[in-house]
């Protein structure tokens, strides 16, 4: 998703709860707070010496232990706020891939891709997931376009790739 199409999403569910699913059946809390907007450029070299570069926006999401136990969740409206609020100080990519940082004692760290969301009576519900690694210069390395996770040879040094 898209930064200017989640800040859509946000104008058009302004009363909505604004609630992020980080993996199946597990939400964020809701005493989360939007602690850090990212503007992240990226540029890169893989393994088969092929350059990339772009840009994404990261939005770290942390849950306050002095709220633990609040029920109530931030309302897209109070979202977009503090996110037009950012912007006015130093504007976000628009244009460009849009992640969540978050992590909890029993998940790690992680920037999570939308995977989509679920508009229900008085919630919107973002749902977020990660993105396996992956060997971008297959082509350049010979390998297979579809490897399994269990192929533990594909990739390895003196295997002619990494």
Sequence with gaps: MKTNEFLSLLKTHPNK????????????????????????????????????FWKETIIQLWESPEEKGKRDYMSANKALDILNKVDAIKPMEKEVEVKFEYSNPDFHTAQLFVHGYEVRADQMIMKLGVERTDCKAKETCGIPAEISVEDDNACTPGGGCC
């Design 17 to 52: 709860s604004l609630l992020f699913e980080y993996k199946n059946g597990h939400l964020v809390a809701a005493n989360y707070h939007i602690t850090e907007i990212k503007n992240i450029t990226v540029d890169s070299i893989d393994c088969g010496a092929g350059t990339d």
